[in-house]
């Protein structure tokens, strides 16, 4: 039990999947001007890489493995992907309108979201068993939610306070996620 606690602990803070392993840079970047916004994408992008971690393993296992189709992984983990991403869709607009209509626009973009495959292939690529590829598909996104709300609250702070000319909006944006990195890098220390 202990093992997996620091190993989800490693996951969200040291081997941060944004901040140290540089994926799913594009949402981070452009979803996170609002705190709404980051806590949406925050929670969809775990309910989804939850979902998509199973059933990527069980797609690699039972399926590419045994028929030696193990070169069509990123291919197959893609459709996976947007096919949970199409499903899920549907049955939160059919039967949660509310938590559907909260998370907007936001469920296909996942799709694209370069960290939902990287986690995947992460999880096959290190040898994980089913329960520590769960953990796996569980702790990186909140990793990335973390970072992602942080950087919202930094940015809507940002908006208040007087920016010279040169710095407002993407450049401050990049410096400020810079600094997120770095404090994220002192984590290093505990693995």
Do not use: H
């Not at 093992?3 to 602990?9: A, N, S």
């Amino acid at each position: 039990m202990m093992d997996y606690l620091v190993f989800i602990v490693s996951c969200v803070l040291v081997n941060n999947i944004l901040l140290a392993q540089f994926l799913g840079n594009c949402p981070f970047l452009g979803t996170s001007k609002k705190m709404d916004t980051a806590v949406g994408m925050s929670a969809a992008v775990v309910f989804v890489l939850v979902l998509a971690g199973a059933v990527t393993w069980i797609v690699q296992k039972y399926v590419l493995v045994p028929l030696n189709l193990e070169y069509l992984r990123t291919i197959a983990f893609i459709l996976v992907i947007a096919g949970l991403v199409q499903f899920v869709e549907m049955f939160l607009k059919k039967n949660i309108p509310a938590l559907y209509a909260g998370l907007g626009i936001y469920l296909p973009l996942i799709t694209t979201n370069c960290a939902v495959l990287g986690v995947c292939i992460i999880n096959i690529d290190e040898n994980y068993g089913f329960v520590k590829s769960l953990a796996s598909s569980f702790a990186y996104p909140v990793g990335f939610g973390l970072a992602l709300i942080l950087f919202a609250g930094l940015r809507e702070r940002i908006l208040l306070a007087r920016v010279p000319k040169p710095l407002q909006d993407v450049s401050l944006g990049l410096i400020t996620a810079g600094m997120i990195a770095l404090s994220f890098g002192a984590f290093k220390g505990m693995a």
